[in-house]
Every structure is written in structure tokens, then in C-alpha cells.
């Protein structure tokens, strides 16, 4: 969560010149994402299944988000999104594999920590704005993180760092209802056997004194080609409840 302070911080430090600003909205949130790890990763070796070889399961990650929408036509709005995708897992593995260059044997415990961070910065027009509101864009995305097992007398840890631009669109419907609102939202980018991509579907409601609640199910998928020398089919997901602020 070592990101997360900025995002918080950046909230509330703008949120005073929202008023003052005619024309500009300022909105920001976080939520914690009950996500379930599914799929798997390989280094020089067979692939390994994240939950029956590893032990992964369910675990609650963390996300926060800060955007601004103005009337500027010729500027793009703009939304950063932190997204923390930590978890660790213990569990005795039923076969040998190979990982990055160490072989870890049958019947010993293994011990994995999975650390992945996600900052994204999120450009967008806004070409319908009524009932129904569409936003298109693009969505340029860094990743940091750490994958490590450790098992009796071995141990081995990977890296990544990427930054990979990804198409952006978003929907957002009002209800009759006062404050109820459907939508949803799409990133995504494939390359030279590299694929990225997640999708969100929400309900929400907004109150007329800036808070507001929102119900979803988020998805991910991480594939990874030889990339930092890590091959990864993962699919992360789950349901989420959003506290939201607009001003």
C-alpha cells in the first residue's frame, strides 16, 4: 500500500477547489475487492496451478481511485487508480516443478508470497454525457511486483516492472430512481502473446451531500509471455462494496 497515501492525500488536498471551479467535478473512492486467485504461473519449467499446487484462495485486496472531470473539450478527464493484488499462501505440493532454476520436491511445503501493485492512469473523453454516459480512452498501466517461494533448503524470487497502455471504455446509465445509476468499464491490450485485460459491472447510488455506495463484481486477466522471464495465466476476481465521494 505504499501508493495509496498519494491517492488519499491527493483527495483531499483538491476537493477544496471543487466549488470554487465551475464546471469541474472532482470524485475519488476506494474499496476493499474480494477477490478469488485463479490459474498459473511457470519459470523454465511446467506450469504451476496458483491454487492446488500453491495453496492460493480467496483474500481481500485493496483499491482507491481519484479523477477529475472538467469541460474542457479539447482535454481529456482524468482518474488514477491504485490497485494492491497481495496475498500469501503455505501449502505441501504434490509434484516436483522447476521455478526459475530451483526444483522444489513433492510432499515439502512450499511458502509463496505474491506481491503486485497497479497504478493507472486513465485519459478519457466523455463523447455522451445525459441519462447515459459514455466514456472512451486510454488507460497507461504500471506494474511492480514480486512473486518468491521458498520451500526447506531452496528458494527463488522474480520480478516485474511494466508499463503497458491499454484501450479504455466505460458506460454509466441513470435510473429513474433519484441517485441510482448501472454501469460498467473495460481495459485491455494484446501483444505478442501478452494479454491484459479487466472488466468491472456495478450498481450505485448517489446521495445529494457528496457520499456515495456502489455494489460491482471486477475481473482480471494477467497473461504473460517470457516477460522479466515469468510466463503467467492468471484470472483475479470477485465482488466489491465501493464507498464514494463526489464534489
Not at 495453496?55 to 488514477?80: A, I, K, M
Not at 492512469?121 to 455522451?128: A, E, K, N, V
Not at 518468491?148 to 429513474?176: F, K, Q, W, Y
Amino acid at each position: 500500500m505504499k501508493h495509496a497515501g498519494l491517492l488519499v492525500t491527493a483527495l483531499l488536498t483538491t476537493a477544496s477547489f471543487a466549488h470554487a471551479a465551475p464546471g469541474l467535478t472532482i470524485y475519488g473512492g476506494g474499496y476493499t475487492w474480494d477477490t478469488e486467485l485463479e490459474g498459473d504461473v511457470a519459470s523454465g519449467g511446467a506450469n504451476i496451478d496458483m491454487q492446488d499446487e500453491l495453496g492460493f484462495d480467496e483474500t481481500d485486496q485493496n483499491v482507491l481511485y481519484l479523477g477529475v472531470e472538467h469541460v474542457v473539450p479539447q482535454l481529456p478527464n482524468v482518474r488514477l487508480r491504485y490497485i494492491d493484488l497481495s496475498d500469501s499462501a503455505s501449502n505441501i505440493i504434490s509434484n516436483n516443478f522447476e521455478f526459475n532454476g530451483q526444483t522444489f520436491v513433492a510432499n515439502t511445503r512450499v511458502a509463496t508470497d505474491f506481491d503486485l501493485e497497479m497504478i493507472d492512469g486513465t485519459f478519457y473523453y466523455s463523447p455522451l454525457n445525459n441519462a447515459i454516459k459514455v466514456d472512451l480512452g486510454l488507460t497507461v498501466r504500471r506494474m511492480d511486483g514480486d512473486l518468491r517461494l521458498d520451500g526447506p533448503t531452496e528458494g527463488t524470487s522474480l520480478s516485474i516492472n511494466e508499463t503497458l497502455p491499454m484501450l479504455h471504455g466505460g458506460v454509466r446509465a441513470e435510473l429513474p430512481l433519484s441517485g441510482l445509476y448501472v454501469g460498467g468499464e473495460v481495459n485491455a491490450i494484446a501483444y505478442d502473446g501478452n494479454r491484459m485485460n479487466d472488466y468491472n459491472a456495478r450498481v450505485g447510488w448517489r446521495s445529494d451531500y457528496l457520499l456515495g455506495l456502489e455494489l460491482g463484481y471486477s475481473r482480471m486477466n494477467i497473461v504473460l509471455d517470457d516477460v522479466d522471464d515469468l510466463d503467467t495465466d492468471l484470472d483475479i476476481g470477485g465482488p466489491y462494496l465501493a464507498i464514494s465521494l463526489s464534489f
